[in-house]
T-cell receptor, first 113, second 115 residues
Framework: AQSVTQPDIHITVSEGASLELRCNYS??????LFWYVQSPGQGLQLLLK??????LVQGIKGFEAEFKRSQSSFNLRKPSVHWSDAAEYFC???????????FGTGTRLTIIP | KAGVTQTPRYLIKTRGQQVTLSCSPI?????VSWYQQTPGQGLQFLFE???????NKGNFPGRFSGRQFSNSRSEMNVSTLELGDSALYLC??????????????FGEGSWLTVV
């Protein structure tokens, strides 16, 4: 069975600074990977996804993520964060042909002025 | 086009009652999945429906059930509510073709409080 680890429960970043959120997955075959963002009281918004091909994927709101098979990682990055990026971020792994996603425990991002 | 729509957004129920939550997927999407989100357990998969058939099931008791209609709309039902069922219930939809991975979109969720 697949699993996802987000080792950072909470990260605080200054506005304008760069951001990297870590995600490690465990799965025997090639996974498909997602990053979602959740603002307080809201549902999940898709930031980006990786299915195959180019290992650096671009998403919405200036986010990108890099799939590294050798490290079983799919870290999320943003070069310069904005106060509106404060939210909880979830990494998820899925399997081709199966709609079930397995989520990490999330990383809460706080932005300070 | 409209996203995944869930109703109601908020509801309060009493222990022992039952509740029905509704989900309308994105137009053209045939797969609907349900997730439970709680502070203690995080996001957990409940079940997935495709073409009115349950295709996947998570590890939840039989009190949790669902169904899907011919127009792909889905409902989930929780019977004999317990305090621990208080959670955000999220619905997700996708095209669900088996040939490749699918992008999965989520709704805003239904907040259930059991008192």
């Amino acid at each position: 069975a697949q699993s996802v680890t987000q080792p950072d429960i909470h990260i605080t970043v200054s506005e304008g600074a760069s951001l990297e959120l870590r995600c490690n997955y465990s799965y025997g075959a090639t996974p498909y990977l997602f990053w979602y963002v959740q603002s307080p009281g809201q549902g999940l918004q898709l930031l980006l996804k990786y299915f195959s091909g180019d290992t650096l994927v671009q998403g919405i709101k200036g986010f990108e993520a890099e799939f590294k098979r050798s490290q079983s990682s799919f870290n999320l990055r943003k070069p310069s964060v904005h106060w509106s990026d404060a939210a909880e971020y979830f990494c998820a792994v899925g399997v081709f042909g199966n709609e079930k996603l397995t989520f990490g425990t999330g990383t809460r991002l706080t932005i300070i002025p | 086009k409209a996203g995944v729509t869930q109703t109601p957004r908020y509801l309060i129920k009493t222990r022992g009652q039952q509740v029905t939550l509704s989900c309308s997927p994105i137009s053209g999407h045939r797969s609907v999945s349900w997730y439970q989100q709680t502070p203690g357990q995080g996001l957990q998969f409940l079940f997935e429906y495709f073409s009115e058939t349950q295709r996947n099931k998570g590890n939840f008791p039989g009190r949790f059930s669902g169904r899907q209609f011919s127009n792909s709309r889905s409902e989930m039902n929780v019977s004999t509510l317990e305090l621990g069922d208080s959670a955000l219930y999220l619905c997700a939809s996708s095209l669900a073709g088996r040939a490749s991975g699918n992008t999965i979109y989520f709704g805003e969720g239904s907040w259930l409080t059991v008192v």
